[in-house]
Structure formats: structure tokens, C-alpha cells
């Protein structure tokens, strides 16, 4: 008796596609990807791929739209409830917790901010943070000065867990990572 498969949904085929644009987008950045490379990860033809994205381009932007939609989801989760300090303390561990179990995320981050040289692309990124600046404010209530270095804090996070010094014995990374866990 012969296993019957499931044939996927365009929609499942997307998520799929996504994820595997993720990993090879946060290796390779917009320029450097191979979509041959994405459709293999996502187990599906070529050709099909560019039937559900038009282009590189397009799926660049639909994987970075994905990852602010995500990261603004996890931070709606961790302020549910809470405000002030409290609600910044449990959205920065809670975005500490996505980029540490999907280190892709974060290198998607960066590659995006890279990309922004094209205007299309900056601006998918300008509206992403954008949502995420008045969703932390309003969450949390704390005037544009705390918000801001809540931001900065995270954007140095980034910065640090990019270059593999979570866990540094330096003594210039010690001192940032001292600053980071305040």
C-alpha cells in the first residue's frame, strides 16, 4: 500500500519559500542569494518560486515584512498587560529569546538594513521600524528619550550578537555587554 502525500497549498508553498529565503538572504544578503539556492531549500522548482514571487526583489521584501510582522508579534505578546519599565524589560527579553533561537533573524535584519540602499527596500524597513517605534512607545508609555535608548540598546545588541560577542571575554565587549544588561 503506497503513501498517500498531501500536495501543499500556495499559501503553505509561501511560509515555506520564506523560511527558506530567511536562511539564504541572512548567509548571502539581497545581492548575493541565489533564488536557485531558495527554491532547493524550500524543496519546490524554480520556475514555481517565480510564480509565487515575481522577483529576488520581491521576495527580499516580503521576507523582510515578515520578519518586523514577527518581531512586533513577539513584543505584543511580552507587553500584554504590562507597561512602563516592565513592559521594555519583557519585549527586550523576549527579542533576545527570537534572535537567539533563530540566529537567521537577526542576520536578516542586518542584510535589510544593508539593502537599504534601494529605495524600495528602505522603505519596506522605515515602515517595520516605524511600526515597532510607536507600538514600544505606546505599550510602554515612556517618553521619546527612553525610547530611544531602549532602541539603541537593542540596535547595540544586534551589533554585538552579529559579531559573536554575547559570550566575550574582551574586556571592550565586556564593558558594552555590562551596558546591554542594565
Known amino acids: 500500500m503506497g503513501t ?16 527558506a529565503a530567511l536562511a539564504v538572504f541572512a548567509e ?18 524554480q520556475p ?8 529576488k526583489k520581491e521576495l527580499f521584501i516580503a521576507s523582510t515584512e515578515r520578519c518586523f510582522r514577527e518581531t512586533l508579534e513577539t513584543f505584543e505578546r511580552a507587553a500584554e498587560g504590562k507597561t512602563g519599565e516592565e513592559a521594555l524589560a519583557a519585549m527586550g527579553e523576549a527579542y533576545g529569546e527570537l534572535i537567539r533561537s533563530n540566529p ?5 535584519q542586518m542584510q535589510t538594513y544593508a539593502a537599504c ?9 522605515r515602515r517595520g521600524y516605524g511600526e515597532l517605534v510607536d507600538f514600544v ?5 515612556v517618553d521619546s528619550l ?5 532602541f539603541a540598546r537593542g540596535m547595540l545588541i544586534n551589533v554585538i550578537a552579529s559579531m559573536n560577542l554575547l559570550d566575550a571575554k574582551e574586556p571592550w565587549a565586556q564593558k558594552l555587554l555590562q551596558f546591554c544588561a542594565e
Not at 498517500?4 to 523560511?19: G, I, M, N, P
Not at 514555481?48 to 522577483?55: E, K, S, V
Not at 537567521?104 to 536578516?108: Q, S
Request: proline share 2%.
Open 117 to 125: 540602499d534601494d529605495p524600495e527596500i528602505c522603505a519596506v524597513a
Open 137 to 141: 512607545q505606546r505599550a510602554s508609555g
Open 48 to 55: 514555481y518560486l517565480f510564480r509565487l514571487f515575481r522577483t
Open 28 to 45: 548571502h544578503g539581497l545581492s548575493g542569494a541565489s533564488t536557485d539556492e531558495i527554491a532547493r531549500k524550500a524543496g519546490i522548482s
Open 146 to 150: 527612553r525610547l530611544s535608548e531602549f
Open 104 to 108: 537567521n533573524r537577526l542576520r536578516g
Open 4 to 19: 498517500v502525500t498531501q500536495r501543499k497549498t500556495a499559501e503553505e508553498r509561501r511560509v515555506d519559500v520564506l523560511d
